[in-house]
């Protein structure tokens, strides 16, 4: 890797094909950003007779309702995702096709704490706060994700964290006044990144709109 310069440099090259090194049971064949990145079974690979499949198709779908109609429609073996929306009908049907499984990881947002106002601990508790993450969970993304006031996932080989993050909208709203905000008034303008899933976006939205209404902060 560092034979095509440094490894903190977003122009390094090592990710290329032909420059790609890893010792696994496959190996990087292509790769077009956008359409599709394929590997095929490496003959180095210690174990390499264990290994079935000559070559994986990965496909890089953003939108999580397309890629399930490919799957239905047989153009995918294999999916890890489906629109929120889909999971309540495959659940009540008991689809054969429908595993659902916990995922060890925590969504969550951070903030630049460089930059006013979110260097104030305070703003940063107040949003904190005015996410209701039962309702998130419960109308959002259907009952597939679990809520939690913690970075550690509840019930980790039977820990769960003591200290959590509540839904409290008095309090945020408290905390807004205190760093100067009083019912969120004069609070600046902040932009919300998220990536380009559909999901991804309903889940910004709702956020967006309990900002907008229990911490009175406004866009």
Avoid: C
């Avoid at 994986?56 to 047989?74: C, T, Y």
Wanted: net charge positive; proline share 8%; no cysteine.
């Amino acid at each position: 890797m560092k034979k095509f310069g440094a490894l903190d440099d977003p122009a390094n090259p090592w990710s290329k094909v032909g420059n790609f090194v890893g010792n696994g049971p496959f190996t990087l064949r292509e790769w077009v950003p956008g359409r599709s990145l394929i590997v095929e079974r490496n003959s180095y690979y210690w174990d390499k007779d264990f290994v079935k499949l000559n070559e994986i198709h990965f496909m890089p779908i953003s939108q999580p309702l397309v890629e399930e109609r490919m799957f239905k429609a047989k153009h995918l073996h294999r999916t890890e995702w489906m629109p929120f929306e889909k999971m309540p009908v495959y659940r009540k049907r008991n689809d054969p096709e429908y595993n659902h499984y916990p995922y060890f990881s925590t969504y969550y947002y951070a903030f630049n704490v460089t930059k006013a106002p979110f260097d104030d601990a305070r703003i940063r508790k107040a949003l904190a706060y005015a996410i209701d993450r039962e309702s998130l969970a419960e109308s959002v993304t259907n009952g597939v994700q679990i809520p939690t006031g913690a970075l550690t996932p509840p019930n980790t080989l039977g820990y769960t964290s003591r200290t959590q993050i509540t839904y409290d909208p008095e309090k945020a709203r408290a905390l807004l006044a205190a760093a100067g905000y009083p019912d969120g008034k004069n609070f600046p303008y902040a932009e919300l990144s998220y990536n380009s899933s559909e999901d991804h976006r309903k889940i910004a939205e709702a956020i967006q709109q309990m900002w907008k209404k229990k911490s009175q902060y406004s866009y």
